[in-house]
């Protein structure tokens, strides 16, 4: 003798709730819910994947950037190194002298626009990258620039930056009914 079944339907979300031999409601939901909701799923997992890909190509292009920017810096420290040795060692004439001294503050202000280059464009690639607000930045120095990057790599993982609220993984879809997570996936939020 079969045991019958009795249910009722959630107007909320559409599940199905019986009962079952404990008196504890079970749950059942429509196939085409659970298609939605792995349908956005898999949308979701592919704006992740190329959003990855993005930063992938941002990040070598501002590698690159900044390579250039610093190999600028280092000629120009150098040349006011040079040109401060000869300027202390040269005994020549008075024009010479000052031929020097003009190369020497070009040579500086030469390394400050460099500088202030290098720290432009780290500062660019930071929030092109992390996508972290430019505020965050600010009276940020390179070194200072170099060690927020360098937190910035360890609490970034994949899906997302953990420190603007990225990621979450499954735990942000944990206690939303079937109906919910079909609007997420398609973004009607």
Request: charged fraction near 35%.
């Given at each position: 003798?079969?045991n019958?079944?009795?249910g009722?339907?959630?107007?909320?979300?559409g599940?199905?709730?019986?009962?079952?031999?404990?008196?504890?409601d079970?749950?059942?939901t429509?196939?085409?819910d659970?298609?939605?909701v792995?349908?956005?799923?898999d949308?979701?997992?592919?704006k992740?994947?190329?959003a990855?890909?993005?930063?992938g190509k941002?990040?070598?292009?501002?590698?690159?950037?900044?390579?250039?920017a610093?190999?600028?810096?280092l000629?120009?420290?150098?040349?006011?190194?040079?040109l401060?040795?000869?300027i202390?060692?040269?005994?020549g004439?008075a024009?010479?002298?000052e031929?020097l001294?003009?190369?020497?503050e070009?040579a500086?202000?030469?390394?400050?626009?460099?500088?202030?280059?290098?720290?432009?464009?780290k500062?660019?690639?930071?929030?092109?990258i992390?996508?972290?607000?430019?505020?965050?930045?600010?009276?940020k120095?390179?070194?200072?620039?170099?060690?927020?990057?360098?937190?910035?790599?360890?609490?970034?993982?994949p899906?997302?930056?953990?420190?603007?609220?990225?990621?979450?993984?499954?735990?942000?879809?944990?206690?939303?009914?079937?109906?919910?997570?079909?609007a997420?996936?398609y973004?009607?939020?």
């Amino acid at each position: 003798m079969a045991n019958e079944v009795t249910g009722t339907v959630d107007d909320k979300d559409g599940t199905l709730i019986v009962k079952d031999s404990e008196g504890k409601d079970i749950r059942y939901t429509k196939e085409s819910d659970l298609l939605a909701v792995k349908g956005s799923r898999d949308a979701l997992q592919a704006k992740i994947d190329a959003a990855d890909k993005d930063n992938g190509k941002a990040e070598a292009e501002s590698a690159e950037k900044l390579e250039a920017a610093h190999q600028k810096t280092l000629k120009a420290e150098a040349d006011v190194e040079r040109l401060s040795g000869e300027i202390a060692k040269h005994t020549g004439t008075a024009a010479e002298l000052e031929k020097l001294r003009a190369e020497l503050e070009t040579a500086k202000e030469a390394g400050k626009s460099t500088a202030t280059e290098l720290l432009e464009l780290k500062k660019t690639s930071i929030i092109s990258i992390y996508k972290v607000k430019p505020e965050a930045l600010e009276g940020k120095d390179l070194d200072g620039l170099r060690t927020f990057e360098e937190v910035l790599k360890s609490i970034t993982g994949p899906g997302g930056n953990y420190a603007i609220g990225g990621g979450g993984g499954a735990s942000t879809l944990e206690g939303k009914s079937p109906r919910e997570l079909a609007a997420m996936g398609y973004g009607n939020k």
